[in-house]
C-alpha cells in the first residue's frame, strides 16, 4: 500500500465528530475559484465532496475539483456516480485521482439525466453503486476488474450513500450491509426530512454495523421555497407539508429555516453510530458558520493538515 | 445444439417478454428480485434501488411506474415463492456481462456462461473484513 492515508478515516478513528461539506460546483474560471471556497471552508471541515455532475447539471469535473481540493489543503472525497461512465472509464477516474494522493472514494447511483438540464443525454448505468464499491475495494487490492495486478494499490477509504427516508423503507438499512460487503466504510447519507425514518435507519444499521461511520446530510436554506422546490423536484426527498408550513407561517421564514436546519442537526448527533454531519449550504452566507458555532464547533488554525 | 440456439433464444423471449417485460440480458436473476426485472428499472440497477424513489414508492425516471425494487421488496415475501430464492434478494449481483446480450439466460444457465465474472471481480480482495 502507497503512503497518504486517509485524513478522514484517521478521524473516524478517534472519537471525535467529523464534518463535511457539499464542495459548491464550479462552472468556470480558474483555481482562484476553488482556493477561495477552500479557505471559507478550512477552518470548518475535516473534508468536502468532489461532486460528479450533480443533478446531472455538467460542471467542471469530480476529479479536477478533488485534485484541486487536495493540493489546496481540503481533504476531497471524491464522489463517483454512476449515470456518465462505464466501468472503464469509473475505473480510470479512481486510480488518476488516486496518483494525485485523492483517497476517499464514494460511490453512488447519481440522479437520472432527466433531472439535469440536458435530459436528452444517454443513461450508461453500466454498474450500479454496489457493484462500483466492489470495483474500488478491488482496485484498493492492487487489482483492475478485469484482474489484472499493479503495484503500489493506493490506500483508498471507501464510502457509499444511501437514502434512509426513501421506499422502499425497511430494506434501506439491510442494504447497508451489502454495500458494507462489497467494501463500504462510511456511509454519508442523503438529506432526510423524515426524523422517524433517519432514527429507525441509524439504530438498525448500527446494531448490525457497530463501528460503521454515519454522516447524515444537513442543507441549509433561506426559507420555505426552496424547501416546496424540493419536495416537488427533487427525487427521494419528501418534506412533510407541516414542516414547510411551519417555515412558510413564521414572522422570520429565514430564521426559522435556520432553527430547523439546527434541530435536525442536534437530532442527528444524538442517534446511534451518526459521526458527524454532512452539509449542503444553499444559503452562501454565514449560515452554515452559525450552525457549526451553535454545535459547538471551534475552528481550526488553517494549514493544519 | 448451434442450429436449437435461434430457437431457444426465441422461445426464451417469447415466455418472458409478456411476463416481466425480458430485456434478454443472458444472465437471469428473476428468481432472486420477487420475479420483477432489474433490467426494466430505467437505471438498470441490480443491487437495489437508487436514493430517487418518489414517496408513493413510484420511480424517480418514470413517475407512471411502480419503482421495480419496492415492487420486488414486496413480491419476494407476497408470491409463493422457495425460501431459498428470498435468501437471495440481498445478494451482491456482478455487474451485467454485456456479451450475453440477447443470448438465452436458460442455456447460460445450465453452461453456468452466466456465472463467470471478470477475475478482479471474484479474487478475493480485502473487501470482506467485518466491519
Ligand atoms: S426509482 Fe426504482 S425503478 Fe426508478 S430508477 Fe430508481 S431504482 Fe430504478
Known sequence: ?305 | MPKLLPIIEFLEHGVKKPIWDCKMCGQCVLHSTGMTCPMTCPKTLRNGPCGGVREDGHCEVKPEMPCIWVKAYERKDSLPLPQSWRNHYNDLRPPVDNQLKGTSSWLNLITKRDQQTPAGWSAENATHESQ
Open chain 1, 1 to 305: 500500500m502507497s503512503d497518504f492515508p486517509s485524513h478522514l478515516a484517521e478521524r473516524f478513528s478517534t472519537s471525535e465528530r467529523v464534518f463535511t461539506v457539499e464542495f459548491p460546483s464550479i462552472d468556470g474560471g480558474n483555481l482562484a475559484a476553488v482556493k477561495s471556497r477552500v479557505d471559507d471552508l478550512l477552518p470548518w471541515f475535516d473534508a468536502a465532496n468532489a461532486t460528479d455532475s450533480p443533478a446531472a447539471h455538467a460542471h467542471a469535473s469530480n476529479v479536477a475539483i478533488a485534485i484541486a481540493l487536495q493540493n489546496f489543503g481540503l481533504e476531497p472525497i471524491l464522489q463517483v456516480v454512476c449515470r456518465d461512465k462505464n466501468r472503464i472509464a469509473i475505473q480510470s477516474d479512481i486510480m488518476g485521482a488516486a496518483l494525485h494522493g485523492v483517497r476517499n472514494i464514494e460511490l453512488l447511483t447519481g440522479d437520472d439525466v432527466t433531472a439535469g438540464d440536458e435530459p436528452e443525454a444517454r443513461r450508461v448505468f453500466d454498474v450500479d453503486s454496489a457493484q462500483a464499491i466492489k470495483i474500488a475495494a478491488t482496485l484498493r487490492g492492487g487489482r483492475y476488474l478485469s484482474g489484472r495486478k499493479f503495484s503500489d494499490a493506493p490506500d483508498l477509504f471507501i464510502g457509499a450513500v444511501e437514502n434512509a427516508a426513501a421506499p422502499p423503507l425497511e430494506y434501506r438499512a439491510e442494504r447497508v450491509t451489502k454495500k458494507v460487503n462489497a467494501g463500504a466504510k462510511f456511509f454519508q447519507l442523503q438529506i432526510c426530512f423524515h426524523g422517524d425514518r433517519l432514527e429507525n435507519f441509524a439504530q438498525t444499521v448500527n446494531a448490525s454495523h457497530p463501528t460503521l461511520p454515519l454522516l447524515p446530510t444537513i442543507v441549509l436554506v433561506k426559507g420555505a421555497k426552496p424547501l416546496k422546490f424540493m419536495h416537488e423536484k427533487v427525487a427521494g426527498i419528501d418534506i412533510p407539508t407541516e414542516v414547510i408550513a411551519r417555515v412558510e407561517q413564521a414572522s422570520d421564514p429565514k430564521e426559522a429555516a435556520y432553527q430547523l436546519a439546527r434541530a435536525q442537526a442536534e437530532h442527528a448527533l444524538s442517534l446511534p453510530g451518526v459521526r458527524g454531519l454532512h452539509f449542503t449550504d444553499f444559503c452562501h452566507d454565514d449560515s452554515l458558520v452559525r450552525l457549526m458555532r451553535d454545535l459547538g464547533v471551534t475552528p481550526r488554525p488553517t494549514g493544519s493538515h
